[in-house]
């Protein structure tokens, strides 16, 4: 197995990644991003997002997507956005290793907090997060408004 940075050609693997991942969260009709936005949006000028993937003999079977985010209490930190196997290939190291990637691209930034979210009933994750040292608050809550609350909102003022 190798693990590398995504690069261009690598995003319509990482979109399929993606899209398997809202099926295993119980959201298939979620992903409305494309290939060319992912392209454009994370090789551009100043990309948005960071990937790591992990190929094995030529194929892409997994991949972590980050970008940097601001604390006001720690300053640079890094969030995991996603981290995704396929489900054939887990099992394989793919998911620790690409996990032990980011973790090991935050300390070489400098930064003072890697961050992420995961689902309540992802037993398995959670765990895996636990044994690795990592901390799972129950006291904050994720706080998103979509697209159309947006556009709900911004009409309203």
């Known amino acids: 197995m190798i693990l590398r940075k995504g690069t261009p050609q690598d995003m319509p693997a990482v979109l399929e990644l993606i899209k398997e991942l809202a099926v ?3 959201e298939p009709d979620a992903v409305v ?3 060319d936005e992912l392209v454009r ?3 551009g000028t100043h990309p948005l997002f960071h990937t790591f ?3 094995q003999d030529g194929e892409i079977i ?8 601001y604390s006001t209490w720690k300053g640079k930190t890094i969030h995991l956005e996603d981290l995704i196997v ?6 394989t190291g793919a998911g620790s290793a690409l996990y032990k990637e980011v973790i090991t691209f935050a300390k070489a930034q400098g930064v ?3 961050e992420w979210v995961v689902l309540d009933w992802n037993k398995h994750a959670i765990d895996f997060y636990k044994r690795s040292g990592a901390r799972i608050f129950t006291d904050w809550l994720t706080v998103q408004m979509d697209e159309e609350g947006i556009t709900k909102f911004t009409l309203s003022l």
Do not use: I, N, P
Request: hydrophobic share 40%.
């Open 41 to 43: 949006d994370g090789f």
């Open 112 to 114: 003072r907090r890697a």
């Open 62 to 69: 997994g991949m972590a997507l980050f970008y940097y985010r």
């Open 33 to 35: 991003v494309t290939v």
């Open 24 to 26: 295993f969260e119980k």
């Open 53 to 55: 993937v992990a190929e």
């Open 86 to 91: 396929k489900e054939s290939k887990r099992g």
